[in-house]
């Protein structure tokens, strides 16, 4: 199973909401990230998670709130956003390689993504 | 700081063409290349894998090469169809760090 999966599929929200972007894999995989994607545009790292911490924080804003509650899941908190927020939102995992001190990477498996969209 | 071209940024071939998507990288200290195809509205699917001591990788008819000391990877894609219209996009990743990507070639095949 090289399955990401992510939900809802479609998520439209005004500005003063609350909501929350879910993804789930069953790999075993121990890396998770978000990213942000604009039309015609490449994807935009914004959060990795390595063995359920978070270790890159691509100075994203505060409305933004990640979490990882176990090696499975994944969740991204959204909270006061505005219009230009509105996006594909990507979640991706990978298994880890430990080689020395350095934690690599290997193949990036991403979900089909959530489309947001802030009113 | 790591940045990724890909040439073309669109492609037309009819149907049949043998066709090769060019991605250079301005930092050879690479771990590994991905390349992805991405349709409209969807997320990435995952196409190749070449680690930094490989030369190249094959899938079906797809087949994708990486010279590291020079900075550039290839993918070719023979015996194109229309179902391989999509935006291809070509990641470099160094040791420790996330995905850099280019901004992709929009590859439409027609019939």
């Known amino acids: 199973d090289t399955e990401v999966t992510q939900t809802p599929k479609h998520l439209v929200m005004g500005m003063t909401n609350k909501k929350s972007l879910k993804c789930e894999q069953h790999?075993?995989?121990?890396?998770m990230y978000w990213y942000k994607q604009k039309a015609k545009k490449p994807p935009e790292l914004m959060f990795v998670?390595?063995?359920?911490?978070?270790?890159i924080n691509e100075s994203v804003p505060s409305r933004f709130s990640p979490e990882c509650p176990n090696s499975s899941l994944l969740n991204l908190h959204l909270h006061a956003l505005q219009p230009e927020d509105s996006a594909l939102y990507l979640c991706a995992s990978s298994q880890v390689v430990l080689r020395g001190q350095i934690l690599n990477v290997a193949e990036q498996f991403f979900g089909p993504g959530t489309r947001l969209t802030v009113l | 700081k790591q940045e990724v071209t890909q040439i073309p940024a669109a492609l037309s071939v009819p149907e049949g063409e043998n066709l090769v998507l060019n991605c250079s990288f301005t930092d050879s200290a690479i771990y590994n290349l991905q390349w992805f195809r991405q349709d409209p509205g969807k997320g990435l699917t995952s196409l190749l894998l070449?680690?930094?001591?490989?030369r190249e990788q094959t899938s079906g008819r797809l087949n994708a090469s990486l010279d590291k000391s020079s900075g550039r990877s290839t993918l070719y894609i023979a015996a194109s169809q229309p179902g391989d219209s999509a935006t291809y996009l070509c990641?470099?990743?160094?040791?420790?760090?996330?995905?850099?990507f280019g901004k992709g070639t929009t590859l439409s095949v027609s019939s």
């Open positions: 998670y390595s063995y359920e911490k978070l270790s």
């Open positions: 790999m075993g995989h121990r890396a």
């Open positions: 070449i680690q930094s001591s490989q």
């Open positions: 990641a470099v990743r160094k040791a420790g760090t996330a995905l850099i």
